[in-house]
């Protein structure tokens, strides 16, 4: 018989710019929170953070030391302005290693437990595209994962993570040249405007189609200047740079702001 683990290493999703649905796939509300392990063995429970932190959530040991069972492990997230704790995943369950058994599987028995409040099953959510409602409801975003998946203590692409982007419209201050098969353009160099100044918000390279690529780079060879038109500028390209007069305006998604005021993960929407 296999012994009780004291912990394991949580299994963690990879972030991703797709969006779509599939059947092999189920999605999830992405909760802005902590993650929280919760292990029980007979009468004692242990919560711990991804990192493995003893966690002191009186009122959710509580409730997972009520539950039917003789021992357990969850998965989930904590919201500690509510502590409610929203449970996802169920990696053991009364003396069994559920951790190799497929994902849907996994859930059928985490929802034979019956919670109660502070303890939540997290809902697996409907429709044609997730990532939308859960921007329109104020969410992180949704977490999209593979019926199939069994657990894995490591980051996977068996589980997706895809945030809510943020939108902005910025100036186009020059281009890099291509490379490999990619024709037209590399990325386009961005700035966000601050009064009289442009300044670099960073590199844009997704989002084209071909021909947007070459329509593009004619567009831009036409309004080509011998130098860099950002006023404040940190972490410029080098090489294979062409610099424009500042007036094409583009539509950008993105994740947030990183610290250094550079665009995350941007990709393009639009060209105005």
């Not at 062409?242 to 702001?257: G, M």
Request: glycine fraction near 6%.
């Amino acid at each position: 018989m296999t012994a009780f683990p004291e912990w394991l290493t949580p299994m963690a999703a990879t972030l991703t710019e797709e969006r779509f649905i599939a059947p092999e796939w189920l999605f999830e509300r992405k909760f802005d929170g902590i993650r929280l392990l919760s292990f029980r063995n007979g009468d004692e429970v242990a919560l711990f953070s991804r990192n493995h932190l003893p966690q002191d959530v009186p009122a959710v040991a509580a409730a997972i030391a009520r539950l039917p069972v003789r021992d357990v492990i969850l998965d989930g997230e904590l919201l500690w302005d509510r502590s409610a704790y929203h449970v996802f995943d169920v990696l053991w369950l009364d003396g069994e290693d559920l951790r190799a058994q497929p994902l849907e599987r996994r859930i059928e028995r985490l929802r034979t437990l019956p919670f109660a409040p502070p303890l939540h099953h997290v809902a697996q959510l409907e429709g044609e595209r997730p990532w939308e409602h859960a921007c329109a409801e104020g969410w992180e975003g949704v977490i999209a994962k593979r019926r199939d998946s069994a657990y894995e203590h490591r980051r996977s692409k068996a589980w997706l993570k895809m945030k809510c982007e943020l939108i902005a419209e910025l100036v186009v201050g020059g281009f890099t040249d291509p490379q490999g098969a990619r024709v037209g353009l590399g990325a386009l160099l961005v700035g966000k405007r601050d009064g009289d100044e442009l300044v670099y918000a960073g590199k844009v390279g997704t989002g084209f189609a071909t021909r947007m690529l070459l329509e593009l780079r004619r567009r831009l060879d036409a309004l080509a200047v011998p130098g860099s038109p950002f006023t404040r500028a940190t972490g410029l390209p080098r090489t294979r740079v062409h610099w424009v007069r500042p007036e094409v305006v583009v539509q950008v998604a993105f994740i947030e702001w990183t610290d250094n005021d550079k665009l995350r993960h941007p990709r393009l929407l639009a060209v105005r």
